[in-house]
T-cell receptor
Framework: KQEVTQIPAALSVPEGENLVLNCSFT??????LQWFRQDPGKGLTSLLL?????REQTSGRLNASLDKSSGRSTLYIAASQPGDSATYLC?????????FGAGTRLTVKP | EAQVTQNPRYLITVTGKKLTVTCSQN?????MSWYRQDPGLGLRQIYY???????DKGDVPEGYKVSRKEKRNFPLILESPSPNQTSLYFC???????????FGQGTRLTVV
């Protein structure tokens, strides 16, 4: 059974810092990995989707990498802003399902 | 606007009173699924549907039912809710289970 782990569980940084969120998974037989953002009381917003054949995806200040063989993904956020404060979730898609990590709660202080 | 719509957003009910949470998507997606989110446990899949009339259990299906009679709708039914079903529920859809998933805004259910 696929297990997805996100470290750290919480992270607090000053505005302007570059930061890395980590996601690891136990079964490398995945179709894709997706990073989501969740604001308190809100739904999930898709940030980046990396297909299993890809190494990375970029969107604005966000860059996600995928190393399927080692079961790891990172989400890099450049020049963090207070508006980036949210919980970030990674999810891997296997046969018929999507499995989520517990998330990293990010706080960016002004 | 492409979206997944859940209703209601908030619901407080009593043990044993049947309820339905609706989910509708306007993107002609084939794949739809339901999740519950609990503190410390993350999101766990309840049921999923690959297409109309095709549904299957996820990790935590006990106490829930679903149906997929139309492509756009995927309601979640709790026949006899219990307090341990108090949770935040999300519906999601994607064109295929391997493609980008879109989530609804969530339904916060409290069973007393």
């Amino acid at each position: 059974k696929q297990e997805v782990t996100q470290i750290p569980a919480a992270l607090s940084v000053p505005e302007g810092e570059n930061l890395v969120l980590n996601c690891s998974f136990t079964d490398s037989a995945i179709y894709n990995l997706q990073w989501f953002r969740q604001d308190p009381g809100k739904g999930l917003t898709s940030l980046l989707l990396i297909q299993s054949s890809q190494r990375e995806q970029t969107s604005g200040r966000l860059n996600a990498s995928l190393d399927k063989s080692s079961g790891r993904s990172t989400l890099y956020i450049a020049a963090s802003q207070p508006g980036d404060s949210a919980t970030y979730l990674c999810a891997v898609s296997g046969d018929n399902d999507m499995r989520f990590g517990a998330g990293t709660r990010l706080t960016v202080k002004p | 606007e492409a979206q997944v719509t859940q209703n209601p957003r908030y619901l407080i009910t009593v043990t044993g009173k049947k309820l339905t949470v609706t989910c509708s998507q306007n993107m002609n997606h084939e794949y739809m699924s339901w999740y519950r989110q609990d503190p410390g446990l993350g999101l766990r899949q309840i049921y999923y549907s690959m297409n109309v009339e095709v549904t299957d259990k996820g990790d935590v299906p006990e106490g829930y039912k679903v149906s997929r009679k139309e492509k756009r709708n995927f309601p979640l039914i709790l026949e006899s809710p219990s307090p341990n079903q108090t949770s935040l529920y999300f519906c999601a859809s994607s064109s295929h289970y391997r493609t980008e998933a879109f989530f609804g805004q969530g339904t916060r259910l409290t069973v007393v």
